[in-house]
């Protein structure tokens, strides 16, 4: 079994949705690992689905300094590297591309993507997606996953329009032009 990086008590299963992660049975920090972090932000929140920060995909453009625990699995030392722009500093493992969080970091990650996405304007959505479409073309990723992830922002810009600019998208009905985000 498994023990808790920060207080060496247990850790047990525990179910996010679907997702089995470990939780410390004391402290009630979790481990998340490879890709289970993003599982469980989706499926808090679907919404969130495209705010994806790849950090082993990008590591150099995280501020990574030393974390000061040991990974669970691995057994070296982790690096505490900030969850996109969201304030929560987790602690990463390079290996195996877990990821430690303390308790209320999950909550707290999730709280601050809802506030990002909240506050990003239309034309921010635009740049997000050009972006992502250019990773459709060069990422590393599949192409399927890539493409979910796009087919989401355009719903998300649907929205987003509709929102912002609900007269254009009653126009765009009107004349029954050519719908993209159909
Ligand atoms: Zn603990
Ligand atoms: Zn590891």
Redesign the pocket.
Known sequence: MKECPKCGNDLNVKLIGSIEVDECISCKGIWLEKGELREAKDLIDPNLNWLDFEIWKHEDKFSSKQGAIK??????P?VSIEYGHTGVNVDY??????VWLDRDELPNIIDALEHEINEKTFSEYVDETIKEAKEVITGPESFMSEWKDLSSIFKLMQYRLYVEKPKLVETLADINTLNPFK
């Not at 990974?71 to 070296?76: F, V």
């Not at 493992?93 to 877990?98: A, I, L, Q």
């Open positions: 990974c669970p699995t691995c057994n070296i982790t493992c390079k290996n195996c591309h877990g």
